[in-house]
Nanobody, 126 residues
Framework: QADIAESGGGLVQEGGALRLSCTAS????????LAWFRQAPGKEREGVSA????????IYADSVKGRFTISRDNVKNSVYLQMNDLKPEDTAMYYC???????????????????WGHGTQVTVSS
């Protein structure tokens, strides 16, 4: 039984930073692509960033490029999302997901991910 748990969310002022962490168990972590998604109230879930199983490839949504950085540690079965220069529009529930990731064009599609965490809330005040 796979279990994925996110942490690190919170309330931060505009321009601030947060680092989200996600730890997985019950799956062959190093064999999966990992991704962060977010969903704001009243909006569809969107892919924020994804990283290949080996960590050599990362992809970002245009809205977070240059501000967010994804990384993974296959020894610790963990993936991270460093979020800098946060904006009020970054406010959302952030979810970690593991899956095959598809190809480069689909790595930010939630259909490519099988295992999901319960989310951690990020709130950015203006």
């Amino acid at each position: 039984q796979a279990d994925i748990a996110e942490s690190g969310g919170g309330l931060v002022q505009e321009g601030g930073a947060l680092r989200l962490s996600c730890t997985a168990s019950g799956l062959s972590f190093a064999n999966y692509a990992l991704a962060w998604f977010r969903q704001a109230p009243g909006k569809e879930r969107e892919g924020v960033s994804a990283i290949t199983y080996g960590g050599s490839g990362q992809i970002y949504a245009d809205s977070v490029k240059g501000r967010f950085t994804i990384s993974r540690d296959n020894v610790k079965n963990s993936v991270y999302l460093q979020m800098n220069d946060l904006k009020p529009e970054d406010t959302a529930m952030y979810y970690c997901a593991a899956g095959w990731g598809g190809n480069w064009n689909t790595m930010l599609s939630d259909e490519e991910y099988k295992y999901w965490g319960h989310g951690t809330q990020v709130t950015v005040s203006s």
